[in-house]
C-alpha cells in the first residue's frame, strides 16, 4: 500500500509540474506574440521614415553644413 500512495504522489507532483510547464509555455508564447507585433509596428514605421527621407529634397543648410566644418575643427 505505501507504494501506491507514494506512485500517486509521484504522479500528482509531475502532473502539477506538467501544468505549471503548460502555463509557462502559453505565457512565453503571448510575450512572443506581442514582440513580434511590436517589431513589425516598428519595422512598419522604419519604412515609412526611410521613404520620407528619400523624397525630402536637400536643404541649402544640410549642403552648407557638409562644405563647412564645425568651428571646433
Same mark, same amino acid.
Do not use: G
Given at each position: 500500500?505505501?507504494?501506491?500512495?507514494?506512485?500517486?504522489?509521484?504522479?500528482? !507532483?509531475?502532473?502539477?509540474?506538467?501544468?505549471?510547464?503548460? @502555463?509557462?509555455? !502559453?505565457?512565453?508564447?503571448?510575450?512572443?506574440? !506581442? $514582440?513580434?507585433?511590436?517589431?513589425?509596428?516598428? $519595422?512598419?514605421?522604419?519604412?515609412?521614415?526611410? @521613404?520620407?527621407?528619400?523624397?525630402?529634397?536637400?536643404?541649402?543648410?544640410?549642403?552648407?553644413?557638409?562644405?563647412?566644418?564645425?568651428?571646433?575643427?
Amino acid at each position: 500500500m505505501p507504494k501506491t500512495i507514494e506512485l500517486e504522489q509521484r504522479i500528482a !507532483e509531475l502532473e502539477m509540474k506538467i501544468a505549471f510547464q503548460e @502555463n509557462t509555455i !502559453e505565457e512565453l508564447n503571448q510575450a512572443l506574440v !506581442e $514582440q513580434q507585433f511590436a517589431l513589425d509596428k516598428i $519595422q512598419l514605421q522604419l519604412r515609412y521614415m526611410a @521613404n520620407k527621407l528619400k523624397d525630402m529634397q536637400p536643404s541649402n543648410i544640410a549642403s552648407q553644413a557638409e562644405e563647412t566644418p564645425p568651428p571646433h575643427y
